[in-house]
C-alpha cells in the first residue's frame, strides 16, 4: 500500500491527510506530528504530495469551519481488523451533534459485554473528524480520551451543537 501525504492548514492549524488509490485513509491530528501516520500504517510507505488530497482538506475546512455536516469523500479503511472496520462502521452512522457512549455502542454492534474492544476500535480510528469518533462519550457522560486532543474533541462537540 503506498499512502500519499498531503499538509493542509485550516484556521492556522496543521493537519496531515493520507490517502491511497481507495481514497481518504488517515486525518492526522491538528498541528500532529509529520509521521503520525505510521502509528496507523507502520508496514506502509508514504510520499509527500502537496497537490494531492485537496477535495478531502477542503471537505474538512468545510466542515471545521461550520459550512457542512457531512463527508463525501471514499474512504480507504480497509487496514482494520474486522472488528475495528465494524466500529468506524458505525461511527460514521451517527448523527451530527448527537452523541452515544462506549457502552452504547458495544450494544449497537451487538456486543455488550466487548466495550473495551470497542472502545480500543474506536481509539484506533486513523480518520479523525471524518469518521467522528469524537462523538463517543464515557458512560458517565464525561469526554473520555480523543487522538486529537480534549479540547479539540470539545470544540468539535461544540460546533455540532450550533449548527
Known amino acids: 500500500m503506498q499512502l500519499v501525504l498531503t499538509n493542509i492548514t485550516i484556521q492556522q492549524r496543521h493537519y496531515w491527510l493520507g490517502s491511497t488509490t481507495r481514497g481518504l485513509a488517515f486525518v492526522g491530528s491538528p498541528n500532529g506530528a509529520a509521521d503520525e501516520w505510521r502509528h496507523f500504517f507502520p508496514q ?6 502537496e497537490q494531492a488530497n485537496q477535495t478531502a482538506g477542503q471537505a474538512l475546512a468545510a466542515y471545521l469551519t461550520g459550512q457542512s455536516t457531512t463527508f463525501d469523500l471514499p474512504l480507504d479503511q480497509t487496514t482494520g481488523t474486522a472488528l475495528q472496520q465494524q466500529v468506524w462502521q458505525a461511527l460514521q452512522q451517527l448523527p451530527y451533534g448527537q452523541t452515544c457512549t462506549y457502552s452504547d455502542l458495544a450494544a449497537q454492534l451487538n456486543r455488550p459485554q466487548a466495550v473495551r ?7 484506533r480510528n486513523p480518520l479523525l473528524v471524518v469518521v467522528p469518533c469524537h462523538r463517543v462519550l464515557r458512560k458517565d457522560g464525561q469526554l473520555g480520551g480523543y487522538r486529537g486532543g480534549l479540547p479539540m474533541k470539545r470544540r468539535l462537540l461544540a460546533l455540532e451543537q450550533t449548527n
Not at 474492544?117 to 481509539?123: D, L, R
Open 117 to 123: 474492544a470497542i472502545a480500543s476500535a474506536v481509539g
Open 44 to 49: 506502509v510507505t508514504a510520499t509527500i504530495d
